[in-house]
């Protein structure tokens, strides 16, 4: 039987350790190198904003723009994308710069004061006191792929809601509408994306709009 002295001991030791140090060093440089081909993009919407309209009429009521509700998976700042009808995941390296809720308030908002149609219109957010509430759903607003037919998805729905009697006094249908997207690329698909929120909002402001031209504010 072999024994061996301390300094051999000592030795081993040592050679472990430089050895744990050289595998260490070589693990962050390979995760280094992977970090460096997979970098993070942000995306946003473009809102737009443009000066208020002169409307023949101006009703006089707040119009606040409520928080829009969204399933779980919309709460994140994750890109999300379909494979068929019932499968969805997020892409960890392509997110928003904010949420897509708070992109589509700011857009509804913006949307809103261009008509020109009302005394004030605010976000929720603000100290205003709102004698309508438009309170919204969210419910797709991803990329679909259906056999390489590729679109960007956009399902919402309206109401509005009047605090003073705690009715629902409107309610839009739902607008569904799926934009073929023009290549493969994010960006394609975030453009798609824009155009279809865009023409899902106009819909939506014009009905509101309507719908105060019909029922004058009491």
């Not at 919309?74 to 897509?100: H, I, K, M, Q, S």
Request: aromatic fraction near 10%; charge should be neutral.
């Amino acid at each position: 039987m072999r024994f061996l002295s301390q300094s051999s001991n000592t030795n081993l030791r040592r050679g472990a350790s430089a050895a744990t140090t050289l595998l260490a060093l070589g693990l962050c440089v390979f995760l280094a190198n992977c970090g460096a081909t997979h970098p993070v993009h942000y995306y946003t919407l473009e809102t737009m904003p443009s000066a208020p309209a002169q409307a023949q009429t101006v009703y006089p009521i707040t119009l606040v723009v409520g928080h829009i509700t969204t399933p779980l998976l919309y709460r994140d700042d994750r890109l999300v994308f379909g494979n068929g009808t019932v499968e969805l995941g997020a892409d960890f390296y392509n997110r928003w710069a904010e949420t897509p809720a708070s992109m589509i308030e700011s857009m509804l908002l913006d949307d809103l004061r261009a008509t020109g149609a009302f005394r004030s219109v605010q976000l929720q957010s603000s100290n205003a006191k709102a004698d309508y509430i438009v309170r919204g759903r969210l419910s797709a607003f991803n990329e679909v792929d259906n056999g390489g037919n590729v679109a960007a998805r956009f399902v919402i729905e309206f109401e509005l809601y009047q605090p003073k009697t705690g009715a629902v006094v409107w309610t839009a249908a739902p607008y569904a509408h799926d934009e073929p997207v023009n290549g493969k690329a994010t960006t394609a698909v975030v453009e798609a994306l824009q155009t279809n929120v865009r023409a899902g909002l106009q819909q939506v402001t014009s009905s509101i709009t309507q719908y105060f031209a019909s029922h004058p504010a009491q």
